[in-house]
């Protein structure tokens, strides 16, 4: 079993910056996909950024240019720094995990607001 564990959101006014952590613990899911993912009030869930086990990323393009997707291997932690955000970023970020393309996991979501 694999837990992932959010934090680091919170209210930012526009032109913010925040970083967001996900902290997996458990059993070794390797090789894995991670990504984060948002949802904004009355909106589906949407793929906001991805990093492969081979060190791959993509992001939305909304967001290209303004948020950086990482991982600490030693400290087992996924990160989203997100810059320049805007009101429309606003959302639960959710962290995500693909374990050997099969099992799949979900953190609990850490709410972003962005507005002055």
């Known amino acids: 079993q694999v837990h992932l564990a959010e934090s680091g959101g919170g209210l930012v006014q526009p032109g913010g910056s925040l970083r967001l952590s996900c902290v997996v613990s458990g059993s070794d899911p390797s090789p894995a996909v991670m990504n984060w993912y948002r949802q904004a009030p009355g909106k589906q869930r949407e793929l906001v950024a991805r990093?492969?086990?081979?060190?791959?990323?993509w992001y939305l393009d909304s967001v290209r240019g303004r948020f950086t997707i990482a991982r600490d291997n030693a400290e087992n932690t996924l990160y989203l720094q997100m810059n320049t955000l805007k009101p429309e970023d606003t959302a639960i970020y959710y962290c995500?995990?693909?374990?050997?393309?099969?099992?799949?996991?979900w953190g609990q979501g850490t709410q972003v607001t962005v507005s002055s």
């Open positions: 990093l492969s086990s081979a060190g791959i990323t």
């Open positions: 995500n995990l693909v374990s050997r393309g099969i099992w799949t996991y």
